[in-house]
């Protein structure tokens, strides 16, 4: 792949000027959306999802030039190097190997000269034995009371995909485990875990792979405290996933047992490890969360295999780029007309966020174009209600609807202006999808005009099962991928973050010389903002 800057790119000029022709009053998405057949050719269906593009701002043209880029960026050939286990995180000298995670095949993933897939196996055997001996019984709290309640200490992507996951298939969750998850060091987060929780019952769940991140340890010596206030031993009530030789490894310090992590797979791309592997199959089941890894793996192998054009993670990619790049839109909205995905939204944004946000190329020279956007979203219809004002009338932003055919519950039929709950939500979708795109002149008032030509592709599921989130979670893994190697970053670093916790090491030594309490003024604290 050629190292040339990318607006010097024939096809990146190319594209820049098609972005032009897109911009003419002709080309308003209303007037697109007059072709009856444009439906049938800007929308692809495959590995369970349907993906709906017709209301971007693009013709045949554009999308011809954008598929030419990709290849030109050879982003197919960097996916596939990948998924064998090449070193793609250069900065880092690692594999990014969270496919081979989702890997049921018989074939071997060698990464450093060594197969990789005998230890991910068995890595799914101890989860699959752990969890049905406490679900039995058999491994039970200190008291002899059975677990009924996890409690999942991590940050990051240590929990924001488990959450999405244990969230979007609430409905199968019939283990009698609940699950809560502490993520912020805030204490409000702590007190409002343990105060809905029973003791002798949770199960401590520590995620880290260094045991060493300053919000993990706050949280986990908070549990020991709170465990030995309460009479109960935490190593009785303690299962860490964590890297191999890492503290939270220690077979010097008591637990029930410790599950590893890799160092080829980082943490937004984790889910499917034993970060999500652990919590999921204790609250739904290992079978599945097994059922999500082969969702997930379907969705890798035609990310892997299909042809651009029919490749809905990738083109799916190409149409972010071009509202980015050429366009000029600076967010991007994920809004899931399903309650059950309402924490795809976070995830997302960190796995993409984190993984795009970058000014220099994997060689370390200065992008000549921006990378990455704003993500940000609500679930339908609340958005509605939301931020749509802006959606409709204000600053543009292109959007994820997703949809959903059958809901998880069937059972509730009531209707109310002679339609099912169900039924009024995609009635809602729908309409703002159109209304988005084509607008409405209002001459006589101004105010009530909608100016419309604003984007959005629909992401259809038939269901919302183990199998359909294992997809949903792969597609936006390959669609961020894909971004990242057509602008030629690396989506495995995240040198971004380490400013700040370098900065904290600093403010704990100032802050630790304040009460914070409630009947101090503020100008104790005005010397303290001085001081940091």
């Known amino acids: 792949m050629s190292a040339k800057k990318l607006s010097n790119l024939p096809v990146w000029q190319k594209l820049t000027q098609q972005a032009l022709i897109m911009n003419r009053p002709e080309n308003h998405l209303r007037n697109l959306l007059r072709d009856e057949n444009r439906l049938e050719r800007f929308s692809s269906e495959s590995s369970g999802l349907w993906y709906d593009f017709s209301r971007q701002r693009i013709n045949e043209k554009t999308l011809e030039l954008l598929i030419g880029l990709a290849e030109e960026r050879e982003v197919q050939q960097q996916f596939r190097a990948m998924v064998r286990g090449e070193k793609v995180n250069q900065t880092e000298n690692r594999a990014a190997l969270h496919t081979a995670l989702r890997n049921f095949s018989d074939d071997p993933v060698f990464t450093d000269g060594k197969d990789v897939m005998p230890d991910i196996r068995k890595i799914r055997h101890d989860?699959?034995?752990?969890?049905?001996?406490?679900?039995?019984?058999?491994?039970?709290?200190?008291?002899?009371?059975?677990?009924?309640?996890?409690?999942?200490?991590?940050?990051?992507?240590?929990?924001?995909?488990?959450?999405?996951?244990?969230?979007?298939?609430?409905?199968?969750?019939?283990?009698?485990?609940?699950?809560?998850?502490?993520?912020?060091?805030?204490?409000?987060?702590?007190?409002?875990?343990v105060s809905r929780t029973d003791p002798e019952t949770?199960?401590?769940?520590?995620?880290?792979?260094?045991?060493?991140?300053?919000?993990?340890?706050?949280?986990?010596?908070?549990?020991?405290?709170?465990?030995?206030?309460?009479?109960?031993?935490?190593?009785?009530?303690?299962?860490?996933?964590?890297?191999?030789?890492?503290?939270?490894?220690?077979?010097?310090?008591?637990?029930?047992?410790?599950?590893?992590?890799?160092?080829?797979?980082?943490?937004?791309?984790?889910?499917?490890?034993?970060?999500?592997?652990?919590?999921?199959?204790?609250?739904?089941?290992?079978?599945?969360?097994?059922?999500?890894?082969?969702?997930?793996?379907?969705?890798?192998?035609?990310?892997?295999?299909?042809?651009?054009?029919?490749?809905?993670?990738?083109?799916?990619?190409?149409?972010?780029?071009?509202?980015?790049?050429?366009?000029?839109?600076e967010a991007q909205a994920i809004i899931p007309y399903a309650s059950p995905l309402r924490k795809l939204i976070p995830h997302v944004q960190q796995l993409y966020m984190e993984s795009t946000g970058k000014f220099v190329t994997k060689e370390g020279d200065l992008l000549d174009?921006?990378?990455?956007?704003?993500?940000?979203?609500?679930?339908?219809?609340?958005?509605?209600?939301?931020?749509?004002?802006?959606?409709?009338?204000?600053?543009?932003?292109?959007?994820?609807?997703?949809?959903?055919?059958?809901?998880?519950?069937?059972?509730?039929?009531?209707?109310?202006?002679?339609?099912?709950?169900?039924?009024?939500?995609?009635?809602?979708?729908?309409?703002?999808?159109?209304?988005?795109?084509?607008?409405?002149?209002?001459?006589?008032?101004?105010?009530?005009?909608?100016?419309?030509?604003?984007?959005?592709?629909?992401i259809l599921l038939k269901e919302l099962s183990p199998e359909d989130i294992g997809r949903l979670l792969a597609f936006y893994e390959a669609k961020t991928v894909f971004e990242s190697f057509i602008w030629g970053i690396n989506p495995f670093d995240q040198f971004g973050v380490e400013l700040g916790k370098i900065l904290a090491a600093d403010a704990r030594s100032k802050v630790k010389n304040y009460p914070f309490d409630s009947g101090d003024d503020f100008s104790l604290y005005k010397k303290l903002v001085r001081e940091v």
């Open 369 to 458: 174009v921006p990378a990455g956007v704003i993500i940000f979203g609500e679930a339908g219809t609340m958005a509605q209600h939301s931020f749509f004002q802006l959606a409709h009338q204000g600053r543009p932003f292109p959007i994820d609807f997703i949809g959903v055919i059958s809901p998880q519950y069937q059972e509730f039929k009531c209707k109310t202006n002679g339609i099912t709950n169900h039924q009024e939500l995609w009635a809602n979708m729908l309409a703002q999808a159109r209304s988005l795109a084509e607008g409405r002149e209002n001459k006589d008032d101004p105010k009530k005009s909608f100016p419309g030509n604003r984007p959005s592709s629909l």
């Open 127 to 193: 989860i699959r034995s752990f969890v049905e001996k406490v679900h039995s019984g058999e491994i039970k709290g200190s008291t002899g009371k059975p677990f009924r309640h996890i409690i999942v200490i991590g940050i990051g992507g240590s929990y924001h995909g488990t959450e999405f996951v244990s969230d979007a298939l609430h409905a199968f969750a019939d283990k009698n485990i609940e699950i809560n998850y502490l993520s912020n060091v805030d204490i409000h987060n702590f007190g409002k875990v």
């Open 202 to 329: 949770t199960l401590w769940l520590v995620i880290s792979k260094s045991y060493k991140t300053t919000e993990v340890l706050a949280n986990v010596n908070q549990a020991y405290e709170f465990m030995k206030e309460k009479g109960l031993p935490l190593e009785k009530h303690l299962v860490t996933v964590t890297s191999k030789g890492s503290p939270g490894d220690d077979p010097s310090i008591p637990k029930i047992r410790a599950f590893h992590m890799y160092d080829f797979i980082g943490g937004r791309y984790s889910v499917t490890s034993a970060v999500g592997g652990v919590p999921l199959s204790l609250c739904l089941g290992y079978d599945r969360f097994e059922r999500v890894l082969k969702g997930a793996e379907e969705m890798d192998h035609h990310a892997k295999d299909s042809p651009p054009h029919e490749n809905l993670p990738l083109l799916a990619a190409l149409i972010s780029i071009w509202n980015n790049n050429f366009l000029g839109y």
